[in-house]
């Protein structure tokens, strides 16, 4: 499965750049599911439900969004209505609309969908990584959770001790091959802490923040990762074999 993530979808120019790019992306690169923020669609400050589903209409499969979310009162009543339009699960109890998600792309398979907001400068709001245990059970027919980001040495790098906390089981063979794949290209790549887990029927993967760090780290670990996934009991992957190869013992 091929996802495209569209960061700040800013009032009408970027609706209209949106517009324009999507279909030739999804085309060029055979994407299967969209998803894009939308929290300053509506002239940089909120959304409305009319632009929500103009958004829906250029392709988006979720609209994620965020503390600009309630910017324009008319969106509170959509919400509820809308379980496409994500707010940050881990808004107090009772604020309208869902978290979580999950989407089919149309060759039918299916991609969980969680939104989470940090705390720092921001409202307060619950523990993030609190609300994503709750949140992931939710999600449990998705049997892989892949992050991206948030592995390296700084403060604000949380990113394996959130997963570690809804783990029931780690994999750490997946972190040290990342490691040794990063080292082939930069020294730095003993500062990463990727971590890989298991809960329930779900494998949870870290990967580096960059681009070009993610796709070297994926392809080393990805073809492990059907063959993982059919010993926690999760569905059998197939794997388009041109793009990439999964290993099974004999």
Known sequence: MKVLFIGDIFGEPGRRVLAKAVPRLVAQRQIDIVIGNGENAAGGFGITPELAEELFDLGLAVITTG???WDKKEILDYFPREPRLLRPANYPGGVPGHGSVVVESASGEKLGVLQLMGRAYMPTLDCPFQV???EMADLKKCCLIVTSGGTGPALRDVTPEATGAVCTKMLPGFGELMRMESL???PTAILSRQVA???????IVNLPGKPKAIRQCLD???PAIPYCIDLIGGPFLECNESVIKAFRPV
């Open 132 to 134: 994503a245990k709750k």
């Open 220 to 222: 080393a670990v990805f």
């Open 67 to 69: 503390n600009h979310a």
């Open 184 to 186: 082939k290209y930069v």
């Open 197 to 203: 887990g298991i809960r329930n029927q779900t494998l």
